[in-house]
């Protein structure tokens, strides 16, 4: 009865810990989110602080305050020359909405028309009528959501000043991390960081270069064809790249729907330079940034994307494919214990 009681109090006591814990990262998930931004920044900046320590013979705390300014000065470029483009680019783009809904409006009822003697299902018909009034609704949201742009100037000051002092303290963290751990499993502790710092670390440096690379591609091979908000397009597409195997095919609906218009180019035209940029980034980009960090299949890739959308957005899709990685890595530390050894000898 004794042990009953014990082991029932442990399992209660342990779903009121999930529940805690689920609760206490909802009420924090705006914190969280930009810590985990601000790490994402800090291990991108982190290779070029020891470097520049090591080229110049520099102190620590010197090398913080050049990479930091280097990424403010970075930004302010980026902001000043690519936000005044986007901007005039994205007014002109729901000025223009009625136009492309309209084309839109005269395909959808067409198709409507061509599903009339087949075997489809009336709601099917129904959503491929409304969806124009989908698309409204999207571009409601999108003016609504413009006005949380002061809201997100917030946000990225806060992040700019977690990025510095994480930066500044990063190796320190590190540390102090591992001394938390007894003695004897400080050498298991320092792999468990090898393999977040190989999975996160090298994944998040090595997107960043491929999701740039094809986003300018992106931007002047629409640019070159004739495309109208090709900047626009090809941000998005560098951006949504970031997201493995689905985010290429989200970043090719906005363009493949704006080249319905006849004043831009054949949608035959567009989907065979999204796909032949993707071929570009499957054969040679990925392969040589990345190399072998995603050890990955690509079934548990798309479901791990989806649930970390599902959890926490586009953050969460980002982050979903280096944090499965380092899972899988611990994973393997741990089928190469004591423990699971003895429990497949027996």
Same mark, same amino acid.
């Given at each position: &009865?004794?042990? #009953?009681? %014990?082991?029932?109090?442990?399992?209660? $006591?342990? /779903? *009121?810990?999930?529940?805690? =814990?689920?609760?206490?990262? #909802? @009420?924090? =998930?705006?914190?969280? $989110?930009?810590?985990?931004?601000?790490?994402?920044i800090v291990y991108i900046l982190y290779p070029i602080l020891l470097w520049i320590k090591e080229k110049f013979k520099i102190k620590h705390g010197l090398a913080t305050v050049l990479v930091f300014i280097i990424f403010l000065l970075l930004c302010t470029f980026v902001l000043s020359l690519v936000i005044p483009v986007i901007i005039y680019e994205t007014s002109e783009l729901i000025d223009a909405f009625p136009h492309y809904a309209g084309r839109l409006q005269v395909y959808l009822s067409w198709l409507s028309q061509q599903t009339i003697n087949l075997d489809i299902e009336e709601e099917v018909r129904g959503y491929l009528v409304n969806l124009t009034d989908n698309l409204n609704l999207a571009v409601e949201y999108i003016a609504e959501a413009s006005m949380s742009l002061i809201g997100g100037a917030v946000d990225f000051i806060l992040v700019l000043f977690l990025v510095f002092y994480l930066l500044y303290d990063f190796k320190a963290v590190r540390e102090q991390l591992i001394e938390l751990v007894p003695l004897a499993k400080r050498p298991l502790a320092e792999e468990i960081l090898l393999i977040i710092d190989t999975n996160a670390g090298t994944f998040i440096r090595g997107s960043l270069i491929r999701c740039t690379i094809v986003g300018i591609v992106t931007g002047v091979a629409l640019a070159i064809v004739g &495309?109208? %908000?090709?900047?626009?397009? $090809?941000?998005?597409? $560098?951006?949504? #790249?970031?997201?493995? %195997?689905?985010?290429?095919? /989200?970043?090719?609906? !906005?363009? *493949?729907?704006? @080249?319905? @218009? !006849?004043?831009? !180019? @054949?949608?035959?035209? *567009?989907?065979?330079? %999204?796909?032949?940029?993707?071929?570009?980034?499957?054969?040679?980009? =990925? !392969?040589i940034v990345l190399g072998r960090i995603v050890k990955l299949k690509p079934f548990t890739v798309i479901v791990v994307i989806l649930a970390g959308g599902r959890l926490a957005g586009l953050l969460g899709m980002i982050l979903a494919v280096p944090a499965a990685g380092i899972v899988k890595g611990i994973v393997e530390i741990i089928k190469r214990g004591p423990a699971y050894m003895e429990n497949e000898e027996n």
């Open positions: &009865m004794d042990k #009953n009681w %014990y082991l029932l109090t442990r399992i209660v $006591g342990l /779903i *009121v810990f999930i529940a805690a =814990a689920a609760w206490l990262i #909802n @009420s924090l =998930a705006w914190l969280i $989110g930009l810590i985990l931004i601000s790490i994402i &495309m109208p %908000y090709a900047l626009l397009l $090809g941000m998005l597409a $560098g951006i949504f #790249n970031f997201i493995l %195997y689905i985010g290429p095919y /989200i970043a090719a609906v !906005p363009a *493949v729907l704006l @080249s319905i @218009s !006849p004043l831009t !180019p @054949s949608p035959l035209i *567009v989907i065979i330079l %999204y796909v032949l940029i993707q071929v570009l980034d499957g054969m040679f980009l =990925a !392969p």
